[in-house]
C-alpha cells in the first residue's frame, strides 16, 4: 500500500450531509480509481482518471463526484450522503498503460451513514 | 462490470494443507490477477497472469490462467496462520485499469 494515501480512515456521516474522501499518491502515477467494497461483493469501480484534467464513470458512479486537477489527488465527493453509500472506500493509482501489476491500493477509508 | 465468480465462498482449513481457490466469468480477460486483504487493510497483489495457460508461483502460491481465458484458479500449499485473509481475483480487459473483482474468497486457518 505504499504511496497511496487516503483520509478519513473513518467517517460516520448523516445522511443528507456531504464529505470529501481524499486521495493522495507520490508515485507519479497516470491512473486513478475509487472502488467501494461491499460484503460479498468484492470490490466495485466508482470513478476512474486516465490523468490530470480527465476523469470517467465507473461500474456505480452514481451519487458521486469526482476530479482530477493534479496528477498527485483524486478526491471522491459524496454531495448528499445516503445510507446505501455505508461501505469501504478505495483508492487505487498505476503507472502508465503497462499490465495489471502496477495497480497499487490505499488502505481503505470506512464510512457509515446513518 | 463484468460478473467473476468466484468460489469458494469462504473456507476453514488446517494448518500445513493445501487451499484452492477459482474464478470463472462468461467473458475473456486479457489479464488476471490475485489479490490477499488483510482486516483493516488495503488488498495487496499476489499474482498477476497475462498469457492463456500461464502458471505463475509466488512462494507458496501458485496461480493459473485458464486456457480459455475465462478462469484462473489459486493455490496455497502447506497453509499457515499468516495466511488467513479474503482473497480476491480480479480480471482486466485491455488497457484502462478497470478491474473487475470477484466476491471474495475468506481463508481461516485452525492451527
Known amino acids: 500500500n505504499a504511496g497511496v494515501t487516503q483520509t478519513p480512515k473513518f467517517q460516520v456521516l448523516k445522511t443528507g450531509q456531504s464529505m470529501t474522501l481524499q486521495c493522495a499518491q507520490d508515485?507519479?502515477?497516470?491512473?486513478m480509481s475509487w472502488y467501494r467494497q461491499d460484503p460479498g461483493m468484492g470490490l466495485r469501480l466508482i470513478h476512474y482518471s486516465v490523468g490530470a484534467g480527465i476523469t470517467d464513470q465507473g461500474e456505480v458512479p452514481n451519487g458521486y463526484n469526482v476530479s482530477r486537477s493534479t496528477t498527485e489527488d483524486f478526491p471522491l465527493r459524496l454531495l448528499s450522503a445516503a445510507p446505501s453509500q455505508t461501505s469501504v472506500y478505495f483508492c487505487?493509482?498505476?503507472?502508465?498503460?503497462?499490465?495489471?501489476?502496477?495497480?497499487?491500493f490505499g488502505e481503505g477509508s470506512w464510512l457509515t451513514v446513518v | 462490470g463484468q460478473q467473476l465468480n468466484q468460489s469458494p465462498q469462504s473456507m476453514f482449513i488446517q494448518e500445513g494443507e493445501d487451499v484452492s481457490m477459482n474464478c470463472t466469468s462468461s467473458s475473456i480477460f486479457n489479464t488476471w490477477l490475485w489479490y490477499k486483504q488483510d482486516p483493516g487493510e488495503g488488498p495487496v497483489l499476489l499474482i498477476a497472469?497475462?498469457?492463456?495457460?500461464e502458471l505463475t508461483s509466488n512462494g507458496r502460491l501458485t496461480a493459473q490462467f485458464g486456457i480459455t481465458r475465462k478462469d484462473s484458479f489459486l493455490n496455497i500449499s502447506a497453509s499457515i496462520p499468516s495466511d488467513v485473509g479474503i482473497y480476491f481475483c480480479?480480471?482486466?480487459?485491455?488497457?484502462?485499469?478497470?478491474?473487475?473483482f470477484g466476491a471474495g474468497t475468506t481463508v481461516t486457518v485452525r492451527a
Open positions: 487505487a493509482s498505476s503507472y502508465g498503460r503497462a499490465n495489471g501489476n502496477t495497480i497499487y
Open positions: 508515485m507519479n502515477h497516470e491512473y
Open positions: 497472469l497475462y498469457k492463456a495457460g
Open positions: 480480479a480480471g482486466l480487459v485491455g488497457v484502462e485499469y478497470k478491474l473487475s
